[in-house]
């Protein structure tokens, strides 16, 4: 049997990628113009599809049953065809979300929980936190709960992002403050483009627990899978597919001071990841015509720094390189979110005594060193998901790192 995805725009979608690493059933993106879906829900031949945006609950009067979960939140993505020639309708987004709350230990029960938007998505949210004994509360921006009165709601234990602010390309948006939230327990946004958004970011360093969505991305396709493919789908088999789809959808960055050997290192990541390695120092160089050091000569450390943050936005927003930055990158806070966004972001490190010192503006003697290092190590720290000591062979060091790597893929 064959089966497939409907929606109007579909240039995006990550399904038939992943229904290909989790089943071995033929798959394809069913793009089509609202005026066409019901003679396709009335002549297809697929065994099942899923549905995605504007189509959940266009499909509903062509089905003859549904899930309690589809009935619930009001919307169908996964439909199945029965042996008599009837469709079956489902929800699995539900089950991703569960799964994506779970991956930060949240416990609904008798929790406040924020849930912000009022679309299709949030209403998998509030059906979810219900199921768990929580008490969903849905903010909108014309709502009875509203951005205008959210000072009513600080006491709020999680906070989940059903809205599109923050997803690329207005990366830099982010729908709450969370400093204004005393004591959250947890935040979940469902945007996972980029990996780490703004709202997400800004838990990290409240040491808030908090997840981007690609979990539900990914478990929502498990669920359908299951009841395409007739059977369960191995666990083993799901992770393998979720790390598949976070490798193709991050960078590896490499952060530390000045002549810690990150250029080294990339060469050699390069070759055991297969993957291109882009230093930014020398895009810097190559699109201003000159070297690092004749920029510090005629524009300062300003003007330097100025090209720097333009081309870690610009880097940073795209996926699937190996970063190797610079040692004052870190300096700036927009360029410590540009880095983490996509990036799993490790800290290289080296006895200070090791450092070369050649051609660097900033470090031309050891008290220079020490300097940049102390005014330094918080923001290599802050940025960071990782820290590993580069004073053995590079190709050891690359090695740990890619090991570092792939732990955090599958996590």
Not at 104 to 119: E, W, Y
Request: glycine share 10%.
């Amino acid at each position: 049997m064959k089966y497939g995805l409907i929606g109007e725009k579909l240039g995006h979608s990550y399904s038939k990628v992943l229904h290909g690493l989790l089943a071995d059933y033929e798959y394809d993106l069913l793009p089509m113009p609202p005026e066409t879906v019901a003679d396709f829900m009335q002549t297809n031949t697929l065994g099942g599809f899923n549905v995605t945006i504007p189509y959940k609950q266009k499909v509903i009067p062509f089905l003859a049953d549904m899930s309690e979960t589809a009935r619930e939140i009001g919307s169908v993505n996964t439909v199945i065809r029965r042996s008599d020639g009837s469709y079956f309708g489902d929800n699995t987004d539900a089950y991703g979300f569960d799964m994506l709350c779970k991956s930060i230990g949240a416990d609904f029960a008798g929790r406040k929980v924020l849930i912000l938007g009022s679309g299709g998505t949030s209403r998998t949210a509030v059906c979810v936190v219900r199921r768990q004994g929580g008490r969903p509360l849905v903010v909108s921006r014309s709502g009875e709960n509203n951005y205008d009165n959210l000072h009513l709601h600080l006491d709020a234990d999680y906070i989940i992002n059903t809205t599109p602010v923050g997803m690329y390309p207005g990366v830099e948006a982010a729908p709450v403050d969370l400093e204004r939230f005393s004591g959250l327990k947890g935040v979940v946004d469902v945007i996972y483009n980029p990996m780490r958004t703004r709202l997400v970011q800004q838990a990290e360093l409240l040491g808030i627990p908090a997840t981007g969505g690609l979990k539900m991305l990914v478990y929502q396709a498990v669920r359908a899978a299951e009841q395409f493919a007739g059977k369960p789908i191995a666990l083993q088999k799901a992770v393998e597919a979720e790390a598949s789809l976070r490798a193709a959808s991050m960078n590896l960055v490499l952060v530390g001071m000045p002549g810690c050997g990150k250029s080294t290192l990339g060469k050699e990541l390069a070759a055991l990841l297969g993957r291109e390695a882009v230093d930014t120092d020398e895009v810097i160089a190559r699109e201003a015509g000159r070297t690092i050091p004749e920029i510090f000569a005629g524009e300062g450390e300003e003007g330097f720094r100025k090209r720097e943050t333009e081309v870690i936005r610009r880097l940073g927003s795209g996926v699937g390189r190996i970063l190797l930055t610079g040692g004052g990158a870190v300096i700036r806070p927009e360029n410590r979110k540009a880095l983490r966004q996509n990036g799993f972001v490790v800290h290289i490190t080296r006895s200070l005594d090791l450092l070369a010192m050649d051609g660097r503006p900033l470090s031309k003697d050891r008290a220079a060193l020490d300097r940049l290092w102390q005014q330094r190590q918080s923001l290599y720290a802050e940025t960071a998901d990782c820290t590993i000591s580069n004073e053995a062979a590079p190709r050891e060091c690359a090695e740990r790192i890619q090991e570092a790597w792939n732990e955090a893929l599958r996590s």
